[in-house]
């Protein structure tokens, strides 16, 4: 069974401050995809990021970047020079990759709401 | 290009009544795939919808029940309504795997708030 852990269950910085999201996950699949969503106070989950299993290299874009190790089962979030817009619920997700379907079902975490003070 | 729509945005329910509610999914998509998340929660997978044929299905009882039409608009049905229902229903829709691609991202509606009292 799959299964994602945010132990972070709340967070809070002052604006400018860099704040890292926390993203431990189980599987058993050799193949998976991970996921972060963001959720603002509207309720619409939306999508920054999938990284496939197969590729552990760091990405950036603009003030997002993720952390994906897999010998530690993390993939970690990190803004840097928090904006208030950043205030919001963040989930990381998990999602096995049967090759010829292509968007199986999500398993989330339980969210870190991240709060941003001006 | 309009992105996923839900209806109604917000309900109230007494226990035991029953609930449609409804999704229209992004064009060109043909996958749709719902989600409960009740307060404070990350959102559970309910069942997903290919092709009017239903693909998949979480661990939620058979009073949960779905629907997908020809253009691939789909319905989640909960009879029997109890107070744990009270959640937020969010639907995602997905498009059809192309050439070169292993996957596609789910597209999230607004989703609609169930209140069952």
């Known amino acids: 069974a799959q299964k994602v852990t945010q132990a972070q269950t709340e967070i809070s910085v002052v604006e400018k401050e860099d704040v890292t999201l926390d993203c431990v996950y189980e599987t058993r699949d050799t193949t998976y995809y991970l996921f972060w969503y963001k959720q603002p106070p509207s309720g619409e989950l939306v999508f920054l990021i999938r990284r496939n299993s197969f590729d552990e290299q760091n990405e950036i874009s603009g003030r997002y970047s993720w952390n994906f190790q897999k010998s530690t089962s993390s993939f970690n979030f990190t803004i840097t020079a928090s904006q208030v817009v950043d205030s919001a619920v963040y989930f990381c997700a998990l999602s096995e990759a049967r090759s010829n379907f292509g968007n199986e079902k999500l398993t989330f975490g339980t969210g870190t709401r991240l709060t941003i003070i001006p | 290009e309009t992105g996923v729509t839900q209806s109604p945005t917000h309900l109230i329910k007494t226990r035991g009544q029953q609930v449609t509610l409804r999704c229209s999914s992004q064009?060109?998509?043909?996958?749709v795939s719902w989600y409960q998340q009740a307060l404070g929660q990350g959102p559970q997978f309910i069942f997903q919808y290919y092709r009017e044929e239903e693909n998949g299905r979480g661990n939620f009882p058979p009073r949960f029940s779905g629907l997908q039409f020809p253009n691939y608009s789909s319905e989640l049905n909960v009879n029997a309504l109890e107070l744990d229902d009270s959640a937020l229903y969010l639907c995602?829709?997905?498009?059809?795997?192309?050439?070169?691609?292993?996957?596609?991202?789910?597209?999230f509606g607004p989703g609609t708030r169930l209140t069952v009292l």
């Open positions: 064009s060109g998509h043909n996958t």
């Open positions: 995602a829709s997905s498009a059809p795997l192309t050439s070169g691609s292993s996957y596609n991202e789910q597209f």
